[in-house]
């Protein structure tokens, strides 16, 4: 059971019903990339549910959340930068 659900995460990452993304953006290692790559297909899609922030986000943090012990602790800190980039082209910075 297990090969089936990291089949079925991949396929939801490949082939997202709200998002169509930019092949192997999550494997950039430039948070600004996969934060603005993220944006643009989330506001040029016309299947998403929520708003454009809120599918953006979604994607980034299923990613993370899918990839779990798998990721290493540089790329995880890149991702997470990417959802402060993602705040931030959205207007929903986090004041400190």
Aim: hydrophobic residues 30%.
């Amino acid at each position: 059971m297990p090969h089936a659900q990291n089949k079925w995460s991949g396929e939801v990452t490949k082939h997202s019903d709200a998002l169509d993304l930019e092949p192997h953006i999550f494997e950039s290692d430039d948070p600004r990339e996969i934060a603005d790559s993220l944006k643009r297909s989330a506001e040029h899609s016309s299947r998403r549910k929520g708003s454009a922030y809120q599918s953006a986000m979604s994607m980034l943090t299923f990613y993370i959340n899918r990839a779990g012990k798998t990721l290493d602790a540089k790329h995880r800190k890149t991702l997470e930068a990417a959802k402060e980039e993602l705040r931030k082209d959205f207007g929903r910075e986090i004041k400190h």
